[in-house]
């Protein structure tokens, strides 16, 4: 069948890229740049692969075939519909089993930044074969295929294989990771209530979607804003999976506050440990510095000027987000992208001893006497499996817990004013008035 025939049928909602079940049967990696190289892109085709057999020294001509697509509605793209006969070469032999990352807002700047550490190897390792499903929209199909273009031009060893499509259900399939970036900017004059329920409604359709199509230990990262109650609406839409699976980012505010404290301290920032957030992913949040250790040492007995601690410093971090998009136009795409990187790897090494990390996880049995069914940022260990434990041994103070509350109650509101988004019967938005994301002010 000829190929041009082939690509008249071409659709946009879901293309898959096999760059590389291509594991290359050549005995080095050099020549599968050669061999990716010695060939043009092909137009794109339905359910159409080409299959050739190659071999160190000879390079065979690609022979079209049929083959059923392995979901059906999966297409194929450019250079990416190239199927090699794959013998496992000696290099690859020692490679992990390939692992799904779904990532969605990924024609977005963060994902910009993140597609291409991911499939560096930078995140799951050298030895980690990834797969990125990347989900986008019509709006953003055409860009999307943009980035699908620039990961194939990157020639990544690692990345076998990436799909693109606007149907979340089909994209989230088999995910083991599903990095959920995508949420609609809150525009000037929009109520923060309108922001929740919009963005609300697209993250109870990616639990739906989860729930139905990934797998059942998927471990889900909830990046677009506000990020905890997105969270919190897309676990309780995905019942079959662990509860205990949906983070929500705040591990760039971790970020944020160590850089601040190791200033004011005159240390370089990795002396400071034991960080925790606390609560929510907006100018409430609360970052611990009872708790924060320097070079070792509690914060306070390193920095003396807790009024500092107190008013600056607390407020430095709640707003860091905002201080930059006056600066720069724009949100932190990049180092919200590195913090996403920190936090999977946060999950998939053990945690060093002593020390912890924050992420927004569910109040499911909290020790901290927080309110329970939210989803709140607050010290987490990690054996280094996926999962997480929380950190028993903290201590508070009345300024704490009273900064705790404050970003507790505002965490129930946004949940009161989803509740028709969580099940949890009919909505009442009572925001509090100053109720802001990092990046508003
Ligand atoms: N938790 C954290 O620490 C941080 C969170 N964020 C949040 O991350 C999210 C993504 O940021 P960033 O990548 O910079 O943003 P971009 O604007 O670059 O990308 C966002 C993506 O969201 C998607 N989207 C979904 N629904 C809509 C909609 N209704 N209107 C417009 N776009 C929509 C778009 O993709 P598509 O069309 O494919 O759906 C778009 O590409 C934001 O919500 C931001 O607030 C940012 C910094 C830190
Ligand atoms: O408000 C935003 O979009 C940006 C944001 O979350 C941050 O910088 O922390």
Request: proline fraction near 5%; include cysteine.
């Amino acid at each position: 069948m000829a190929v041009a025939e082939l690509s008249t049928s071409y659709t946009k909602t879901s293309t898959r890229f096999h760059s590389s079940q291509l594991s290359l049967s050549s005995s080095s990696s050099r020549f599968s740049d050669h061999f990716r190289r010695s060939f043009r892109p092909l137009p794109r085709t339905r359910n159409a692969t080409i299959s050739c057999s190659v071999t160190s020294d000879q390079v065979q001509t690609p022979i079209p075939v049929q083959a059923e697509s392995p979901k059906g509605k999966s297409e194929c793209y450019g250079v990416f519909c190239l199927t090699y006969d794959l013998k496992a070469e000696e290099e690859t032999k020692s490679w992990k089993k390939l692992i799904n990352i779904a990532v969605s807002g990924a024609a977005g700047m963060i994902s910009n930044h993140l597609l291409f550490k991911l499939a560096s190897g930078e995140v799951f390792g050298p030895d980690q074969p990834i797969a990125l499903k990347l989900l986008g929209s019509e709006r953003s199909i055409q860009a999307l295929e943009g980035v699908a273009m620039e990961l194939e031009d990157s020639l990544f060893p690692l990345l076998r294989e990436v799909s693109i499509g606007i149907d979340p259900y089909e994209v989230f399939q088999d995910a083991e990771w599903a990095l959920l970036i995508g949420a609609k900017p809150r525009g000037p004059g929009m109520e923060r209530a309108d922001l929740l329920d919009i963005n609300g409604q697209i993250f109870a359709e990616q639990g739906k979607a989860l729930n139905a199509s990934a797998s059942r230990n998927v471990k889900v990262m909830v990046v677009g804003n506000p990020c905890n109650t997105n969270a919190l609406i897309c676990m309780k839409n995905a019942p079959n999976i662990p509860a205990k699976n949906f983070h929500a980012l705040t591990r760039l505010d971790e970020n944020r506050a160590k850089c601040q404290l190791a200033l004011k301290a005159g240390v370089f920032y990795d002396q400071v440990s034991n960080m925790t957030i606390w609560g929510n992913h907006s100018t409430t949040q609360v970052p611990d510095f009872l708790n924060a250790r320097i070079n070792g040492l509690p914060v306070k007995e390193v920095i003396k000027d807790h009024k500092w601690l107190e008013e600056e410093f607390t407020e430095k971090v709640q707003k860091r987000g905002g201080v930059l998009i006056q600066k720069w136009g724009r949100s932190s795409a990049a180092s919200t992208a590195v913090s996403i990187v920190d936090a999977i790897k946060a999950l998939i090494t053990p945690t060093p001893e002593g020390d912890w990390f924050s992420s927004g996880v569910y109040t499911n049995g909290n020790p901290y006497g927080i309110a329970e069914d939210i989803v709140f940022s607050m010290p987490c260990r990690s054996k280094g499996d996926g999962d997480y434990e929380l950190v028993k041994e903290v201590i508070f103070d009345d300024y704490l817990l009273s900064r705790i509350r404050k970003t507790e109650a505002e965490l129930l509101a946004e949940k009161r004013c989803v509740a028709h988004l969580t099940g949890d019967g009919i909505a009442f938005c009572d925001l509090p008035e100053d109720t802001m994301l990092p990046g508003e002010m």
